[in-house]
């Protein structure tokens, strides 16, 4: 039985389980998807939030430049460009033989942000920031009119070395948290998931970051590192699961998004509507962006999430409503991908709450099918991701030329405009991979 249910009944309930089960690829439109206003209305994050966010990475942007210098040119504001990929467009149609119709294809390529090479150098440095402004104003050393470079001084970092930041990831949001904790003056101690590659480890270590190894997966990691948190004074847990200041920094990446797009002269309007595939782990960086895009764009966006076929966490939560009271493993769904950064069996309740009614669906995606887009990507646009990142990349062609896709564009007026529309591929990581390891990846696809 799960929940009191048996297995039969839940695929009685939700016919597309029993292909879930069967780790086939699905496409799950949201049938709680609702209008802008009534979708945002009850959401308790607002527009302000996201500004809010907004202006403390600005203020802490003169900290950023200076003590991570690659971020100099951009004045230390932590962004990544946004792309056009024609080459692998022309690829994708032959490998899926689908002709898509579109206006433009783009690639977001958080895959190469600053200082961690992943979505998580939004979210993940966004609250230690938020934390660490926190404590220098509530203990005087800091006031709000202060230019914020002298967080990089010895009197901050010993401030800091009192305090200790914890958090439990797959990889990449131990290395974004880890990173920056480190270089404020922080005791940090991130807890890794089974997934978690060696490297990322290890760079944490020369860091100076506390690294705790775990036999089990993202959920343990998390609960033995919020565990750690709550025993030990002064110490902060970085909540992946429940932290609104994690989703505002992620949703932050909206506002630069509309910036690139009107630099690009992409409109987006009532004509013209905007489709976004974003690769979804425990929800926090999707969903904190597609929140950030509604507030924007509207009933004009339409946003999708990718999940692998071993670790459909969200797509099990918001399908049956029961959010984290289900994992993928109560249904014998192994949370085993090559997607190391989206092996996630159980989603955040928080998340899953907060999207339920702007989320258009959901699809997954299966291990050979990243690794074969890795390569193509590679060759076509000599762009190096990491398998997690390919996800959002499928989204297109499942929306435009699958039955469930047409049905969505039917259903929501879209069928006269839709070649006008934009779509664009969230890659969320890969620069920080070792080359060998790239290499490694790379060469999967050739070997079968
Ligand atoms: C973390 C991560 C995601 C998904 O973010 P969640 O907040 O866990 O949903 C996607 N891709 C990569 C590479 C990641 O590291």
Redesign the pocket.
Known sequence: MILGKSLEEWQREYPLLIEMLKTNEVFWLNPNYRNYESAVAKIPLTEADVRDAEERLRKFAPYIAKVFPETKENAGIIESPLISIPRMKEKMESLFNKPVVCKNLLLKC??HLPISG???AR?GIYEVLNYAEKLALEFGILSREDDYVIFDSDKFREFFSKYSIVVG?????GLSIGIISAKLGFKVTVHMSADAKQWKKDLLKSKGVNVIEHLSDYSKAVEVGRRQAETTPNSYFVD?ENSTA?FLG?AVAALRVKEQLNHLNIVVDDAHPLFVY???????????VSFGLKLIYKDNVHCF?AEPTHSPC?LLGCMTGEHDNLCVQDFGIDNLTA????A?GR??RF?GKTIENLLSGIYTVNDQVLYRLLSNMADTEGIF?????L?GAPGIFNLLGSDAGQKYIESNGLHDIIQNSSHII?A???KMVPASEMNDYYRVDSLK
């Open positions: 958080d895959s992943s979505i998580k979210g990831s797959t990889g990449n949001l992946d994690l992620y974003l690769p979804c782990g425990v929800g926090g960086g999707p969903g904190g999430f969200m997607a190391d950064g989206l996630v989603a955040s998340v991701l990491e398998p997690s990142a996800a969230w969320t990581g890969g």
